[in-house]
């Protein structure tokens, strides 16, 4: 809903001086940021000044309330109606200014707003909209508190003309040192940018020349012993790991950054949060002979937070206290419950925070030069998802230190719920049961990545799959409809025809009666909904843990087609 709060007609030059003051009251009145006034200002002014010109007259309104072009957000709306002879077509169409006419002030005010919108009734004239968003974060403004605001509107005098031309220059300059901010600004985040791509190269070629040299030996090598195969693929295997953290991290920040993480939220106690977060970096912890000192795990409070991606924030800062402390350190972590939010502390003694960097801290592409850090590598940019994360559900996140070699403290808040409902305890299992010997599964799996698709066979036959292979879509189209297996994993990126092609082909063919995997190294949410179309039950994505993979087929019920 738009409540109006003031109407202005503008019929003269000395009209329009008093139409760019009440623009500046109402913005500040309304919390509009210095820069953000003096951009509506100037549209505005640009706007009424076209509609004197060629209308005569016009009338002004500012409305304020919930956004029309963002849901969710609320702003100030200021529509400009003459009796004029209206807009040309051939200036405004389908919601833009043509090429012809970007040079003047009408294509001025539509890239000074955040939302620009031109309406034309034949012989009636014209209607300017122009729209400015409400700072994010500011309290939501109710109809009291509308009325509130006008009501101090109404009680401001106006201005001369002598003083308007003093604001205006106020302004101007304010808009010059606010541009010069940002310019330097931007330089200094392009700096931080290009630092992080040449980390990210260095990141990315450790690994892989682990795992090319790793390769290279066992080529070369005579009388390679079992010993050197098992050093060898522990290796490989630690660098592939290194590796698929690396770009999951990159892939969680963009989705973050984008708003793009759906959240599967539920309603959890907060010592089960807290106990398994510290479970999925334990490892980690203990090779860096670190003392972990944890309160007592019970579920003094509830939170309803998406268990995965709060798991990751939690191990997270975890993490982090474990790499930025030198070995053999002191971890600490807190709960601390009380009214309707829990506040969830990890605290080390390690290398600490400089002064400087604690503003920064959260900052994407933002990392500490340190040389503890080089022993753990990372991108410097799981912060920014903590943070993010934090936020999305409904929490803070800080960071505090006294300085260099004084620890660090990070909190993490987050508003408490009610617990759930008890849980009916599940009957007990009975004391000895037969043992079933389930007949061998049949898979088929589909990738053009010859390499792969061997090891992912070779793994799954070590588990008591029988496998059959295809390396394009008419091969994995034809063996599917030759063997009928059980369940066929199908990769997306097939050449002949891709995997959404065999998926929905399959499933014309066979119904239901066939369980149809998709693996794919995109993730998107329109690629999960392809799959989801053409017929897919599940979707896998590159690369595939394979420990998770083989449990969920393992305990798949025989005739259900969607995986545990």
């Known amino acids: 809903m738009q409540i109006v709060v003031l109407t202005v007609k503008i019929q003269s030059d000395p009209s329009l001086v008093a139409l760019r003051h009440r623009c500046r009251q109402v ?37 304020v309330g919930d956004s029309p072009a963002q849901p969710g957000a609320q702003s100030l709306l200021i529509r400009v109606a003459d009796k004029g002879p209206g807009v040309p077509a051939s200036i405004w169409a389908d919601g833009e200014i043509s090429a012809g006419h970007r040079a003047g002030g009408l294509h001025g005010s539509y890239r000074l707003v955040d939302a620009f919108l031109i309406e034309v009734e034949p012989g009636e004239g014209s209607t300017v909209s122009m729209e400015m968003l409400l700072p994010r974060g500011a309290p939501k403004l109710a109809a009291a508190d509308i009325s509130q605001r006008t009501s101090e509107l109404f009680r401001r005098q106006p201005q001369s003309q002598t003083e308007e031309l003093e604001q205006q220059n106020r302004d101007m300059l304010y808009a010059l040192d606010e541009l010069r901010q940002r310019k330097s600004d931007l330089e200094l985040a392009d700096q931080r940018k290009n630092e992080f791509v040449a980390m990210l190269a260095h990141e990315l070629r450790n690994p892989l020349a682990a795992i090319s040299m790793s390769v290279e030996v066992m080529r070369r090598k005579k009388n390679l012993s079992m010993a050197d195969v098992e050093k060898y693929r522990e290796t490989i295997g630690r660098q592939a790991t290194q590796l698929t953290k690396l770009v999951n991290d990159l892939m969680d920040v ?193 990738d053009d990545n010859a390499d792969a698709l061997q090891a992912m066979a070779e793994l ?105």
């Open 27 to 63: 913005s500040e009145l309304f919390g509009l940021e210095a820069l953000q006034r003096t951009r509506l200002t100037t549209a505005v002014s640009e706007i009424g000044r076209n509609a004197l010109q060629y209308a005569g007259a016009a009338k002004v309104s500012f409305l």
């Open 460 to 564: 799954l036959q070590v588990h008591g799959f029988a496998c059959a292979v295809a390396l394009d879509g008419p091969q994995g189209l034809a063996a599917a409809i030759g063997q009928q297996p059980e369940i066929v994993i199908i990769d997306i990126g097939l050449p002949g025809l891709d995997g959404f092609g065999v998926a929905a082909e399959l499933r014309r063919l066979y119904g239901p009666g066939m369980t149809l995997i998709a693996m794919s190294g995109y993730s998107a949410p329109d690629t999960r909904l392809r799959a989801e179309q053409a017929g897919f039950d599940d979707f896998l994505v590159k690369p595939i843990d394979m420990p998770a993979l083989v449990t969920q087929l393992q305990t798949q019920p025989a005739g259900s087609r969607r995986l545990p």
């Open 254 to 446: 963009s989705r973050v950054s984008r708003g793009k993480v759906e959240l599967e939220r539920a309603v959890v106690g907060v010592g089960s949060l807290v106990f398994e977060a510290i479970e999925m970096t334990r490892a980690f912890v203990d090779a860096k002979k670190h003392r972990l000192l944890v309160p007592a795990l019970d579920d003094v409070a509830w939170v309803d937070v998406d268990l995965v991606r709060m798991k990751q924030v939690i191990s997270n800062l975890v993490h982090n206290a474990a790499r930025y402390t030198p070995e053999g350190g002191l971890i600490e972590v807190g709960i601390d419950a009380t009214g309707t939010a829990v506040r969830i502390s990890v605290k080390d003694n390690g290398v600490g925070i400089d002064a400087s960097m604690l503003p920064k801290i959260f900052e994407l592409f933002t990392q500490a030069p340190n040389s503890l850090a080089r022993e753990d590598v990372g991108l410097g940019i799981g912060l920014t998802i903590v943070q993010r994360m934090a936020a999305d559900h409904g929490g803070t996140v800080s960071a505090h230190s006294a300085g260099l070699g004084c620890g660090s403290e990070f909190i993490l808040t987050l508003p408490t719920v009610p617990p759930p409902a008890a849980v009916l305890a599940q009957p007990p299992l009975p004391a000895t049961a037969p043992e079933i010997v389930a007949p061998q599964r049949r898979l088929l799996l589909v």
